[in-house]
């Protein structure tokens, strides 16, 4: 028998494993908080608020964390210090599925704002069926010279203590999500330690919720623009969805939930609540938002909040209004859950509906938790897909609610479960209607599907055959579409060669008709001093806004493939029509049209016209509205007026630079004051 010394002995086992190949880890488990920190304080969240997040494996992870998508910074301009980035690869810390949720270890903050904001992009790319991008549209060069490109931004930038005060929001500027800290309120009701810090950064439904603005910022950058009440109160409302629905992918807080209300959700419960600790922090005898209840002031006692067809209409500030499209949307799920669970609750009690007293059965909650896991989770994947059926400016919940109406027709005929009825209902219970339909069934709601009759009634219908065929052989034909660079870079490409395209052939009143654009140089519209190009015989200018594909499956195993192209422009126009030479705001129509690539076909056209008066009156009283009474909008948004695309992002090689760029007046963020 050989021998061996202990110095070789080691070699070998080296040599030895590496010749052999092990299989990358489908995902890495880091700890974190389900909620915030606050419920680890208690007694009775303390076992569940603990959970391991399951994040997509990154190969070349490095330290910070720095991967494909994200890059955590944590610095710190108030105390002007570096803090060590955490290294997410180091054997032990592997071993233990991550750092120890701390409040007082800056490294696992970078931890945790890495395995939500991961969380969120997965979500949110499983249900688009693409790759996610953030919003790289930048200005090159100044004055007149100026220009502006897409361009890749790879990473969106997290820095967890970038702000010492009560605020979190999501930079498009700096293509960074910065988080703050801040004293809790020196308020013994609030439960919280007075003077205590509270890190935004710790808390699951603040890190969702601003990664949500980012990937939407990135998919329609024109939605936040102020166009309408709805319009930043869209925003707001998508971005408290996500977090609120991702409650439910944590298995112990789920069963521990249902355990607790006794399969009942609709009472008080932490699965409907956003941010308790920032907002008890701040004050507020409840978390900064609740989607179903409410305290009441005079008791002081939780209650639930009833809808009224008023609500919709009262509501005027962009939280308060964004809250209404949260709340309807959780009362769908509410209502859908009911409905999946009545039969375990007639077996249970034997067709009473009345639930002895006492615990549940543990396998009762199972299923429970179950059901309401699957039904968050496909309601979820509703109002995701849905964005891709919006309109590309000037939305409104109306518009959103037949979005949602139309993409899930498109991926479930059969609506087996009466997911689209339970929407519908719940929006109608606060007053929530699309304008220009007839009916609220879900056979009026949906958009129209645009006809081979009607392609042929217009004379330059045979350009949408052209994008759909070039599309679709352009795709067949790329393999190199494996990175999120590549695909970028392809679609970046297919802008430049879809508006070629539609410039190339002449423009038809029926082509405009269709997709809300105005291509005739002769309208009316563009015989104006605002339209500037008007005498050198060019197609009036409009923007291929985006292309992108989304591959999904249906139930029945059948795979929907689609490419989304969205056009806009825009128009100059007086806020007063008296005075023609003072201040002005754009205008802008467009449409998204939906390609069916299977059938090679336009399958909808959702549109908003840019010669559409009503809307042009309705958006100046609008600005008119906010320049004479500018109030908090003017304050932080600037003056009502033609917004301007942000300056070009310069690379931050240094503390200084970094500090700078942080520490630059909130006023020229747009999400900076949302979240104040």
């Known amino acids: 028998m050989l021998e061996y010394s202990p110095q070789e002995s080691r070699l070998q086992t080296e040599r030895t494993l590496a010749t052999i190949t092990y299989p990358l880890p489908p995902y890495r488990r880091l700890r974190g908080y389900a909620f915030d920190p606050s419920l680890s304080l208690e007694m009775d969240t303390a076992d569940v608020n603990e959970v ?90 100044v004055g007149k010279n100026a220009r502006y490109e897409d361009e890749f931004v790879q990473r969106l930038r997290l820095y967890p203590h970038a702000l010492r005060e009560a605020n979190a ?23 919280q330690l007075p003077g205590g810090l509270v890190f935004s950064c710790l808390s699951h439904d603040i890190i969702a919720h601003e990664m949500t603005h980012a990937v939407l910022d990135g998919m329609h950058r024109r939605f936040s623009k102020d166009t309408n009440p709805d319009a930043l109160a869209f925003h707001e409302a998508f971005s408290d969805i996500v977090a609120l629905f991702q409650h439910f992918s944590f298995p112990e807080v789920l069963h521990d939930q249902i355990a607790k209300t006794r399969g009942d959700l609709s009472l008080q419960n932490q699965l409907g609540k956003l941010a308790l600790q920032f907002g008890l922090a701040r004050g ?20 639930p909040k009833a809808p009224t067809p ?176 590549a695909s970028f870079t392809f679609f970046h490409r297919m802008k430049g060669l879809i508006h070629g395209k539609i410039a190339s052939v ?11 654009l105005c291509l005739e140089k ?64 754009w205008f802008r129509g467009g449409c998204t049209l939906i390609f069916d690539l299977n059938g090679l076909k336009l399958r909808y056209c959702v549109r908003k016209n840019i010669k559409d008066d009503r809307r042009l009156e309705a958006q100046r009283r609008y600005e008119q509205q906010l320049t004479n009474s500018p109030g908090d909008r003017a304050l932080y948004f600037g003056k009502p007026g033609r917004d301007t695309q942000p300056e070009a992002n310069q690379e931050q090689n240094t503390a200084e630079e970094i500090r700078n760029r942080i520490t630059t007046e909130a006023i020229q963020e747009p999400f900076a004051f949302l979240h104040r």
Request: hydrophobic share 35%; net charge negative.
């Open 506 to 516: 002449k423009a038809t009143k029926d082509f405009d008709e269709l997709t809300g």
């Open 52 to 141: 391991v997040y399951k994040i997509r494996w990154e190969d070349d992870l490095s330290d910070g964390p720095v991967g494909e998508y994200l890059e955590v910074v944590d610095y710190d301009p108030s105390s002007n210090v570096f803090y060590h980035p955490v290294n997410l690869n180091q054997p032990y810390v592997l071993a233990q599925d991550g750092l120890d949720p701390s409040e007082s270890n800056p490294k696992f903050h970078q931890q945790m704002v890495y395995a939500v904001a991961m969380t969120t992009i997965q979500n949110m790319e499983r249900a688009l069926g693409r790759w996610i991008f953030w919003n790289g549209y930048r200005q090159i060069g």
């Open 169 to 191: 929001y999501y930079s498009p500027d700096k293509k960074a999500i910065l988080f703050g800290y801040f004293p809790a309120l020196h308020d013994s009701n609030t439960g």
């Open 310 to 485: 008023a609500d919709y209409e009262n509501a005027t500030k962009p939280h308060e209004r964004g809250s209404v499209l949260m709340a309807a949307l959780f009362e769908t799920f509410l209502t859908l859950y009911k409905s999946r669970v009545s039969d375990l609750i007639r077996i249970t009690t034997n067709g009473t509906g009345k639930l002895p007293d006492g615990d549940l059965h543990p396998d009762l909650v199972k299923r429970l938790a179950g059901e309401a896991a699957k039904t968050s989770r496909h309601l979820l994947n509703m109002c995701i897909r849905a964005l891709d059926y919006c309109p590309p400016v000037d939305l409104n919940f109306g518009d959103y609610l037949r979005a949602l109406i139309t993409a899930d027709f498109d991926l479930v005929a059969d609506d087996s479960h009466n997911y689209r009825l339970a929407i519908i209902s719940a929006f109608r219970k606060r007053g929530i209607y699309p304008k220009g339909i007839k009916t609220l069934s879900p056979e009026s709601l949906r958009w129209d599907i645009i006809s081979d009759n009607q392609l042929k009634q217009i004379g330059k219908g045979e350009i949408f055959k052209m994008i759909t065929k070039t599309l679709s052989e352009e795709l067949k034909k790329t393999t190199d579409l494996k990175t999120r660079a």
């Open 522 to 585: 002769e309208n009316e519209i563009w015989k104006d001093k605002n339209w500037k190009d008007k005498d050198k015989g060019e197609c009036p200018p409009f923007e291929v806004h985006s292309i992108r594909s989304a591959q999904r499956m249906t139930p029945n195993g059948d795979t929907v493939n689609q490419a989304i192209v969205v056009l806009t422009q825009r128009r100059e126009i007086a806020v007063d029509s008296d005075d023609p030479e003072g201040t002005t705001f």
């Open 284 to 303: 507020n005898r409840n978390s900064l938002r609740d989607a179903i209840g409410e305290i009441n002031e005079k008791t002081q006692q939780w209650e």
